[in-house]
T-cell receptor, first 114, second 118 residues
Framework: AQSVTQPDIHITVSEGASLELRCNYS??????LFWYVQSPGQGLQLLLK??????LVQGIKGFEAEFKRSQSSFNLRKPSVHWSDAAEYFC????????????FGGGTRVLVKP | EAGVAQSPRYKIIEKRQSVAFWCNPI?????LYWYQQILGQGPKLLIQ????????DSQLPKDRFSAERLKGVDSTLKIQPAKLEDSAVYLC????????????????FGSGTQLSVL
């Protein structure tokens, strides 16, 4: 069975500072990996996804993520955060062999200090 | 383009009562999903529809939860009777093609219905 762990429940970062959110997955084959963002009172929005190829993936809003097979990780990064980046971030894993079902991590809530 | 519509936005009920949630997906989207998001956890898939047929309901507690999508468009999710542990946000999502979703196909999420069971 596939699973996702996001070790950090909360992260506080100053505006303009860099941000890195950790994600570790467990799956026997090559997974499809996703990062979603959920702003208060809104649905989830896809930031980026990895299927294959280049292990560094660029997404929307200036985010990027790097797939590291050896570490079973797919960490999300942003060089300089904006106050509007305050939200909850979810890592998810899916696979065709698993019926295309998405499994989400528990989420990381990001607070941005002025 | 209109997004995924869900109602009500909030619902408070007592345990053992019944409740229903409604979802209207993006026009033309064949696939519809219901997710349950308990506070502090990531969303968990309850049921997936392709048009009006069920593709996956393996994680739906069928003794109390039911869902339908009669005309292959909007959908309702019902809980009867509700338990305290059903308190959660219920998210609806849709996508264009089921055989590529949700991995090769973008999911569009609604804002959710927040259920509190007292």
């Amino acid at each position: 069975a596939q699973s996702v762990t996001q070790p950090d429940i909360h992260i506080t970062v100053s505006e303009g500072a860099s941000l890195e959110l950790r994600c570790n997955y467990s799956y026997g084959a090559t997974p499809y990996l996703f990062w979603y963002v959920q702003s208060p009172g809104q649905g989830l929005q896809l930031l980026l996804k990895y299927f294959s190829g280049d292990t560094l993936v660029q997404g929307i809003k200036g985010f990027e993520a790097e797939f590291k097979r050896s570490q079973s990780s797919f960490n999300l990064r942003k060089p300089s955060v904006h106050w509007s980046d305050a939200a909850e971030y979810f890592c998810a894993v899916g696979a065709r062999a698993a019926g295309n079902k998405l499994t989400f991590g528990g989420g990381t809530r990001v607070l941005v200090k002025p | 383009e209109a997004g995924v519509a869900q109602s009500p936005r909030y619902k408070i009920i007592e345990k053992r009562q019944s409740v229903a949630f409604w979802c209207n997906p993006i026009s033309g989207h064949a696939t519809l999903y219901w997710y349950q998001q308990i506070l502090g956890q990531g969303p968990k898939l309850l049921i997936q529809f392709q048009n009006n047929g069920v593709v996956d309901d393996s994680q739906l507690p069928k003794d109390r939860f039911s869902a339908e999508r009669l005309k292959g468009v909007d959908s309702t999710l019902k809980i009867q009777p509700a338990k305290l542990e059903d308190s959660a946000v219920y998210l609806c999502a849709s996508s264009l093609f089921w055989d590529r979703a949700p991995t090769n196909e973008k999911l569009f999420f609604g804002s959710g219905t927040q259920l509190s069971v007292l």
